[in-house]
């Protein structure tokens, strides 16, 4: 799904809900309220959505973080962080990106930075069985292993909406922000792979 068609969706997904319960409306303004306030941790924030400039945060950003938060926060998605000390360049650095993307762990993980119009900026993979972090509604967290696989990269900027299209249809996501000598990887566990994707009004948000 391109980004402008994820937009269209998200715009009309938070149409749907707050006609059908206004409440909605009020849950999505207290999302909001907290990421233009800094309420979320910069690096949890970024994980998910970066923005040039916070004051930049809409209605939209709220409902499409509010779900990705969702999913992490009640184990429908683990998440582990990949160090490899080194910050991403510009998209259109392309060879700059792949010699960071280099120094990941070369026996473990590989990673390709493409970058451009298309559907992600590349990929990242694993060779190996890798140990991620579940959490849950209780703040009980503990270890789950995610088999081999190969993820969608965004790298720099990117939506909400980009993030949570990814998770739910994809299954996974590894996400290098600005600013970060870290990737942060994201993936849904294996032994629910084949759970449909739940809809938005089925996710329980959880309170800000």
């Not at 990949?82 to 510009?90: A, D, F, T, Y």
């Given at each position: 799904m391109t980004g402008r068609l994820?937009?269209?969706?998200?715009?009309?997904?938070?149409?749907?809900?707050?006609?059908?319960?206004?409440?909605?409306?009020?849950?999505?303004a207290r999302y909001l309220v907290a990421l233009q306030s800094g309420s979320f941790p910069q690096w949890y924030v970024d994980m998910?959505?970066?923005?040039?400039?916070?004051?930049?945060?809409?209605?939209?950003?709220?409902?499409?973080f509010s779900q990705v938060h969702t999913l992490i926060h009640t184990g429908w998605a683990a998440w582990v962080e990949?160090?490899?000390?080194?910050?991403?360049?510009?998209d259109a650095d392309a060879d700059g990106n792949n010699r960071a993307l280099s120094f990941a762990?070369?026996?473990?993980?590989?990673?390709?930075?493409?970058?451009?119009?298309?559907?992600?900026?590349?990929?990242?993979?694993?060779?190996r069985p890798i140990q991620m972090q579940i959490e849950s509604r209780l703040d009980i967290t503990r270890q789950v292993t995610i088999q081999p696989r190969r993820v969608p990269l965004e790298?720099?900027?990117?939506?909400?909406?980009?993030?949570?299209?990814h998770l739910?249809?994809?299954?996974?996501?590894?996400?290098?922000?600005y600013g970060s000598?870290?990737?942060?990887?994201?993936?849904?566990?294996?032994?629910?792979?084949?759970?449909?994707?739940?809809?938005?009004?089925?996710?329980?948000?959880?309170?800000?």
């Open positions: 994820i937009q269209r969706a998200i715009i009309s997904g938070t149409a749907g809900l707050i006609l059908e319960d206004p409440e909605w409306a009020r849950t999505w998910i959505l970066q923005r040039g400039e916070r004051s930049d945060y809409t209605l939209y950003d709220a409902y499409a990949l160090h490899i000390g080194r910050e991403p360049h510009c762990p070369a026996s473990q993980f590989r990673a390709s930075f493409q970058g451009g119009a298309g559907p992600s900026d590349g990929w990242l993979e694993w060779r790298v720099g900027f990117t939506e909400a909406s980009t993030t949570l299209d739910l249809t994809e299954f996974g996501l590894a996400r290098w922000p000598e870290s990737i942060w990887l994201m993936a849904k566990p294996d032994d629910s792979e084949d759970e449909g994707a739940p809809e938005p009004a089925q996710l329980a948000l959880l309170g800000v």
